[in-house]
């Protein structure tokens, strides 16, 4: 089966905290991308990260970094030091190498001042 | 690059009444597209998957009869809902796909709220 949880519905912290969004997948692909978007209040789909299944690096990208960790499935993202600009729903995707995407349920993050 | 549009942004229609959803690659070609719905406080669900010159792919439950979706040319697909209900009600995105660093990755649109009264 292939499926990608995210079992953080809403996440509350307070500005200048960090914060972590899990994200967990399934797939028997050996082959197989990862993403993930934020979804403001305005509902367009901002890309954050895409990451294939053979490069485990961690990467960092301002106050975002992401965690990838074949051993256990999972994709997860932190944001350092929160804002309130980052108050969003957060979607984790899986493309199993079918070019369709599969979304997590979401996480929505607020970010309190 | 890589920008895909969607018109209208928002449209209210009446029960009963048909309305078109428009889904265009702005800067490139895309032989494949795809449409998703999301219900409030809901994930994305794919609907469909649409391709060029071809007949739509739609998913498991989504009725093909009732959302007509064309794709005749390499930068537009189009959605129709037909004899829209309340339940229609949705936030639809769609997504044009685009050849990228090995895969084919998809590029979404802004989406449109469609509201049935």
């Known amino acids: 089966a292939q499926k990608v949880t995210q079992v953080q519905t809403e996440i509350s912290v307070v500005e200048k905290e960090d914060v972590t969004l899990d994200c967990v997948y399934e797939t028997r692909d050996t082959t197989y991308y990862l993403f993930w978007y934020k979804q403001p209040p305005s509902g367009e789909l901002v890309f954050l990260i895409r990451?294939?299944?053979?490069?485990?690096q961690n990467e960092i990208s301002g106050r975002y970094s992401w965690n990838f960790q074949k051993s256990t499935s999972s994709f997860n993202f932190t944001i350092t030091a929160s804002q309130v600009v980052d108050s969003a729903v957060y979607f984790c995707?899986?493309?199993?190498?079918?070019?369709?995407?599969?979304f997590g349920t979401g996480t929505r993050l607020k970010v309190l001042a | 690059g890589a920008v895909v549009s969607q018109h209208p942004s928002w449209v209210i229609c009446k029960s009963g009444t048909s309305v078109k959803i428009e889904c265009r690659s702005l800067d490139f070609q895309a032989t494949t597209m795809f449409w998703y719905r999301q219900f409030p406080k809901q994930s994305l669900m794919l609907m469909a998957t649409?391709?060029?010159?071809?007949?739509?792919?739609?998913e498991q439950g989504v009725e093909k009869d009732k959302f007509l979706i064309n794709h005749a040319s390499l930068t537009l697909s189009t959605l129709t809902v037909t004899s829209a209900h309340p339940e229609d009600s949705s936030f639809y995105i769609c997504s044009a796909s685009a050849h990228s660093g090995g895969t084919y990755e998809q590029y979404f649109g802004p989406g449109t709220r469609l509201t049935v009264t």
């Open positions: 990451r294939n299944s053979f490069d485990e």
């Open positions: 649409s391709n060029e010159g071809s007949k739509a792919t739609y």
């Open positions: 995707a899986l493309d199993p190498g079918t070019y369709k995407y599969i």
